[in-house]
């Protein structure tokens, strides 16, 4: 015997079958939505003090450091070797080591001169004495003469005229003799002095100018004045419109009394930022700021603004057009021997704060067709709500209405499918 479905039952099977399908879809989607809803990560709405910040970026800097310089009068000077930005130096330690071969041939050369000086010294002095023991002998030798014609002149007596007036004759000459000798004698020690003097004035200036070349050759040495971590300043004879100025390297050039680098005291560290014009009104001095260092990412500092320019100036770091903008310090509550001048750093200002406002992360807040709204919990599934935000901050939003204390948001879109 066969069975078979009765006839109207086989008219309706087919919508009875594709009913089931949607029935058991909807009981799937409802499970899903209410699983991916439970795996949503959510935040509870929470009243407390809102702080609205004003977001800088700034640098590390110090009150007070040291700077290294190329030496004075040095001619043109080559880098051979530079220790790097962020080198912990101890006092003493070599930073910046020049060329020195043409310093080193200039000091031989002077040294030639100063033994060359020293020679002709020592040549005037052996013949000065040489000179004066010939002068001694002619002098000597004319006093002899000069005795001999006195005692010739004693025999007048016993003379005749004629070989009487001969002896005078011979001692007048004999004493001419002796007064040129002695004159000759004075006037080549004179002289002997004033060459010597001049050959002397020459010796010391060839010793100064070796003393001056040594002098240059050690300042050609550049060594830390104290202990500190270095840091470079920028080459900017090496810039360029289409490179910027870097730190100086090996091989670089500088002229003298050029600042090559900064040995900063770390107990002055302070923060240096600028600050646009439109924020320029709400930043005021005593206010609290909040500092992360970017090479320093396992903390946070704290300071309070001490410091803002009263005039905007040109900022050449900003790209262009370049802005004009303000100069803000930041006194840091504390130290960290860590920080160097240089570094990068986050600078959060509190401009203004909200007592007791309703607080959300503003990663619960999402715009959907021009509006601003979060996704509360309703028991296993969330609903679309429209807020109104007061403010933002940061990671942060002050809600004005559309939540209340205590409400269950979600961190993520429910409706992207995470």
């Not at 490179?243 to 002229?255: I, L, N, S, V, W």
């Not at 009394?257 to 002055?268: E, F, K, V």
């Not at 560290?269 to 970017?294: N, P, Y």
């Amino acid at each position: 015997m066969n069975w078979r479905w009765p006839s109207g039952f086989r008219r309706r099977g087919p919508l009875l079958g594709a009913a089931v399908v949607v029935l058991i879809s909807l009981v799937f989607g409802v499970i899903r939505y209410a699983r991916s809803a439970a795996k949503l990560p959510t935040v509870t709405v929470q009243r407390k003090e809102f702080v609205e910040y004003a977001e800088l970026r700034g640098s590390v800097k110090a009150a007070h450091s040291l700077t290294v310089s190329a030496p004075p009068a040095a001619g043109d000077l080559q880098i051979l070797k530079i220790v790097p930005t962020g080198t912990k130096l101890k006092k003493g330690d070599v930073i910046v080591e020049f060329d020195t071969t043409t310093l080193k041939q200039t000091l031989a050369q002077d040294q030639s001169a100063l033994k060359s000086a020293e020679a002709e010294i020592q040549q005037a002095k052996v013949s000065a004495r040489q000179k004066e023991e010939q002068n001694q002998t002619d002098i000597m030798k004319a006093r002899f003469e000069v005795e001999t014609a006195k005692m010739e002149m004693q025999k007048q007596e016993i003379l005749s005229v004629i070989e009487g007036e001969k002896a005078k004759l011979a001692l007048a000459d004999a004493q001419r003799k002796l007064a040129e000798a002695e004159d000759k004698g004075s006037a080549d020690r004179t002289s002997a002095a004033s060459n010597l003097l001049s050959k002397e004035k020459k010796r010391d200036a060839a010793e100064f100018q070796v003393k001056r070349d040594e002098t240059q050759l050690a300042a050609l040495t550049l060594r830390a004045a104290a202990d500190a971590a270095i840091v470079l300043e920028d080459n900017w004879q090496a810039a360029s419109p289409m490179q910027p100025a870097a730190p100086f390297k090996a091989g670089d050039h500088a002229f003298p009394g050029m600042a090559l680098a900064q040995l900063p005291d770390t107990s002055t560290v302070r923060i240096t930022a600028r600050i646009e014009e439109a924020q320029r009104g709400k930043v005021q001095i005593k206010q609290a700021a909040i500092v992360r260092v970017d090479a320093v990412p396992d903390r946070s500092y704290s300071g309070v603004v001490d410091e803002i320019s009263s005039t905007a100036s040109m900022d050449f770091n900003a790209g262009w057009p370049f802005p004009k903008n303000f100069t803000l310090g930041i006194a840091m509550n504390e130290q960290d021997d860590r920080l160097t001048p240089g570094m990068g750093a986050q600078v959060r200002v509190a401009v203004d704060r909200v007592a007791n406002g309703l607080v959300l992360p503003s990663a619960c807040v999402f715009r959907k067709e021009g509006r601003s709204v979060v996704y509360l919990r309703r028991g296993g599934k969330f609903e679309e709500h429209i807020v109104e935000v007061a403010r933002r901050s940061g990671d942060e939003v002050l809600i004005a209405n559309g939540v209340k204390e205590g409400d269950e948001v979600a961190l993520k879109d429910p409706t992207t499918g995470q």
